[in-house]
């Protein structure tokens, strides 16, 4: 079962993957209210299950509140791909100086998870292994004991990351293969995942699949889950 952005941002936080301040909005009155309040230029993204929604212009800058109701305007109520926007996520946008992925999924042939990590970020990762299949870096993590610091540090390493980053990046490892094993999912990704210019990373963009087999025993989780668009901004 896949989650919205906003979904997957609340299992973020609950993880401790820092994030930029944003709400969900249903309509564009409500973004320009979440956009005065964060006072700074914001995106509006709509929230839906299907890719492309960049391309298919359900994203979009605002500089003031007034542009975000106006953009908000224009995305809710389009269809992507199928797919209506009933809501969009209102979050402050952020400069890059460097976009990065990191991901987990299972890999069934060999039955463990497998982290992947890419310095080259904000692309799916399906056209970075055609593109520029060695900027791809990955290592299968023990089940039970998640990924060993030098496990982390080596990948980091291959991966041409300075010390520096190095060690602002390693404990983003941790947290997502916790997020990946604390709530049963298939595949969890942030893509991006942004370095400020102030050197800070920030989880631009959330990823979530649940196994469906996992959602008996979840609990609360997998109610609020099957809410779909309807759980709002609503924690488990």
């Known amino acids: 079962m896949k989650l919205q952005e906003h979904q997957g941002r609340e299992l973020f936080k609950q993880v401790g993957i820092p994030l930029n301040e944003g709400?969900?909005?249903?309509?564009?009155?409500?973004?320009?209210?979440?956009?005065?309040?964060?006072?700074?230029?914001?995106?509006?993204?709509?929230?839906?299950?299907?890719?492309g929604r960049g391309k298919a212009?359900?994203?979009?800058?605002?500089?003031?509140?007034?542009?975000?109701?106006?953009?908000?305007?224009e995305i809710l109520g389009m269809e992507i791909r199928g797919e209506p926007v009933r809501r969009v996520l209102v979050v402050e946008a952020v400069k890059i100086a460097k976009e990065f992925y990191l991901g987990v999924t299972l890999d069934r042939g060999a039955r463990m998870p497998v982290m992947i990590f890419s310095p080259s970020g904000g692309m799916e990762i399906e056209e970075v292994a055609i593109s520029d299949p060695g900027a791809i870096f990955r290592f299968h993590a023990h089940p039970l004991e998640g990924p060993h610091p030098y496990q982390i540090r080596n990948l980091l390493l291959k991966a041409g990351i300075d010390k520096g980053l190095q060690g602002r990046l390693a404990p983003l490892f941790s947290k997502l293969y916790r997020a990946f094993t604390q709530y049963?999912?298939?595949l969890v990704e942030i893509n991006p995942l942004a370095l400020t210019p102030e050197g800070e990373l920030v989880a631009l963009d959330s990823k979530f699949i649940i196994d469906d087999d996992a959602l008996p025993r979840l609990g609360e989780l997998a109610s609020w889950?099957?809410?779909?668009?309807?759980?709002?901004?609503?924690s488990p």
């Open 23 to 51: 709400r969900l909005a249903q309509s564009p009155e409500e973004a320009e209210g979440i956009a005065r309040e964060l006072a700074r230029p914001v995106v509006i993204k709509a929230q839906v299950l299907v890719g």
């Open 225 to 234: 889950a099957l809410r779909g668009a309807d759980a709002g901004s609503e």
């Open 184 to 186: 049963q999912a298939n």
């Open 57 to 73: 212009g359900g994203v979009k800058l605002a500089s003031t509140p007034e542009e975000a109701r106006a953009r908000a305007a």
